[in-house]
């Protein structure tokens, strides 16, 4: 079913959408916030839980978001709607789409203020200031910069609207091309980095944090942190895999795609955190402080390496260019139904885009600042929130993402028709019966199960 009402073009070849996918999955869900909630969450055990994630309940996801897009072929509402009116369903099953929208948006409101972090710092690491810089100097740095919201207001800005003219001018497929060298070469630096923290840090000891599980760490909330930074992490339920799914020529293997991204996704997130651990343990950092994490250790790194403001420039700019490339995902739908419905071209609909979001932004930015108003205090479905920036962070990942996720399972493994699926994925007999299984059975049972414990409904 190719039927189109505005034509969003296509794109030019399997690599081309492999390439935006791996562009959207890697970003700072990889670097900054996966080290994080690990660090959070004891380590090992957390680990292990969303490597299982990933795999039992994030790459069939992916599957089916990307079949809705391609089948589809419209911003990720319509598309859901076209699929359930063809397979005789309630067209609110839409909501799925909307739903995925407005995840994505809210995503970006505070993904702009830290990307906005990591440009700051490529200026940082260029003018040589984390060099010989002690621990508590480079923590200076960043408690400075958080302290300063105009600073923090001018780089979201800088985010927010180079993310809007990069998907108002369409110039997307240049920046894809752009990931060929940026993903590899992003891959190199932290290597190296890790290699350098193998040699000067405490790499046993992150060693043994990362990978010994101890159970007895390991909470319930802890478990829906790991499920939903499982659906963060490739851009799931965000409407991004619908929308590139949806741009996908119909000759593309959506299954060997998916499994290509994730596992570029998932070895990016490990070797970051290889580079960033032994750091933390070899300086006696405190490996749960939250959201500073790496912009408070690997800058410890760059200041002592050889070649560390080189490499520490560099890091922070291929930090910045993950950050654009998952950013331009995360409006795409958004964009896309602005032109399909109010009939905007597109570069006034991603520039009104993201205006709307540069409002939005603002209570993560005072959150970060301290500010008094951005304070909060209470316990929102499971989970104590003390500012905006946790409250939006919280509702997104831990809430909407597993939901989508759940939704789209649904979705597609009882409300479309089996014919229809099975044309649209392309999989071996037995593969497809295990990935039609997982999506039926197991993803709807894992994702319900973890979020009915955290709100309370059952209690294991
Ligand atoms: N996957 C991105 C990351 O890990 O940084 C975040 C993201 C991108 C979430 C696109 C949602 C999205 F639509």
């Not at 409101?109 to 060099?131: C, E, K, M, R, T």
């Not at 998907?167 to 240049?174: F, Y």
């Not at 499994?259 to 490990?270: E, G, P, S």
Request: with cysteine.
């Amino acid at each position: 079913m190719s039927t189109t009402h505005v034509d969003h073009g296509q794109w030019s070849s399997r690599l081309a959408f492999i390439l935006a996918a791996t562009g959207a999955a890697v970003g700072l869900g990889n670097i900054w916030k996966f080290p994080y909630i690990m660090g959070e969450n004891g380590g090992g055990a957390f680990v292990i839980v969303y490597l299982l994630c990933i795999l039992g309940i994030g790459i069939p996801v992916m599957i089916a978001e990307t079949l809705i897009g391609r089948r589809g072929r419209q911003s990720p509402g319509n598309s859901v709607k076209a699929l359930a009116i063809e397979a005789g369903a309630n067209t609110k099953w839409s909501v799925v789409g909307w739903a995925g929208l407005v995840s994505g948006f809210l995503i970006l409101s505070f993904y702009a203020v830290i990307a906005g972090w990591a440009i700051s710092y490529v200026f940082q690491a260029g003018a040589g200031n984390f060099n010989n810089a002690t621990p508590a100097q480079v923590e200076t740095i960043f408690t400075t910069l958080l302290s300063e919201p105009s600073t923090l207001i001018f780089w979201s800005t800088i985010v927010l609207l180079g993310t809007g003219l990069i998907v108002g001018l369409g110039v997307k497929h240049g920046l894809e091309k752009a990931v060929s060298y940026a993903m590899p070469a992003m891959l190199v630096l932290l290597l190296i980095i890790a290699g350098y923290a193998a040699m000067n840090g405490d790499f046993g000891k992150a060693l043994h944090f990362m990978f010994y599980p101890d159970f007895s760490k390991l909470t319930y909330s802890g478990v829906l942190i790991a499920l939903g930074h499982a659906f963060f992490t490739l851009s799931l339920a965000s409407g991004a895999m619908m929308i590139y799914g949806a741009y996908l020529p119909t000759s593309t293997s959506i299954s060997k795609s998916v499994l290509a991204i994730a596992f570029a996704d998932t070895l990016i997130a490990l070797i970051a955190g290889l580079a960033i651990f032994p750091i933390v343990f070899g300086n006696g950092l405190e490996a749960s402080q939250g959201p500073g994490l790496v912009f408070v250790s690997l800058p410890i790194a760059f200041g002592q390496m050889w070649g560390g403001t080189f490499f520490g420039t560099l890091f922070f700019i291929m930090l910045s260019f993950a950050a654009f490339t998952s950013s331009i995902a995360m409006i795409e739908s958004a964009v896309a139904w602005v032109v399909e419905h109010l009939g905007l071209s597109r570069m006034k609909a991603a520039l009104s885009t993201v205006s709307i979001l540069w409002f939005i932004s603002m209570l993560t930015v005072f959150s970060f600042t301290g500010a008094e108003w951005a304070k909060l205090d209470f316990v929102f479905i499971g989970k104590h929130v003390t500012n905006y920036f946790e409250l939006v962070d919280h509702l997104t990942s831990d809430v909407l993402l597993p939901l989508g996720g759940l939704a789209t399972a649904i979705f597609v493994a009882w409300v479309m028709k089996k014919p229809a699926v099975k044309e649209e994925v392309d999989m071996y007999e037995t593969t497809f019966s295990i990935w039609y299984f997982t999506l039926r059975w197991l993803t709807p049972f894992a994702v319900s199960f973890v979020f009915l414990n955290l709100v309370g409904v059952i209690s294991f």
